[in-house]
């Protein structure tokens, strides 16, 4: 059996989804990559600002409250007030503080960079990434072998794909390691 491996590199860091006031619906909001600090007396509020695609009207999503200016280092509070794009993107893309301010993610523009599988002989596929992400393994196959839903289900329900974990392929989202095991020999 032969090995592949594909890696889906982000080209851009996740939206978020949320109810946007002047287009009164949920709309994706892209990352600005500055943030705001605010400091009143002894404590520090950092933001990190999200513009809406539509009407960019702002949203600030809460990175640290109320907190101690010392109880974070000088380099990581000067990337704050020099709006760091390494540390925007590092924010922008941490799931757990996306997920404490109430929001949904949305699905980063990425590439799949990977060798193409030749369909003579049966090939272990590996599928990784730098973090998990809303994507389906089925899209990212779909888009690198270039077949249709239809194909790729028919493909799946003969036992041609398959997951190593029996995960149902057709609603799987990316994690950072996906194991799959195509033997379609033609």
Known sequence: ???????????????????????????????????????ERKYLDIWLIYKCSECNTTWNMTIYSRINPSSISKAMLEGFHSNSKELAEKYARNIDVIGKNGVEVGIPDYKIVGQNIDFKEKVELHINTICASKIKIGTIIRQKLEISQSVFEKLISNGSIKGLREEDLKKSKLEKENILIIDICL
């Open 1 to 39: 059996m032969k090995k592949v491996t594909w890696d889906v590199q982000y080209t851009s860091v996740p939206p978020v989804i949320k109810y946007c006031k002047k287009c009164s619906k949920k709309m994706e909001f892209v990352c600005s990559n500055k943030f705001r600090v605010n400091a």
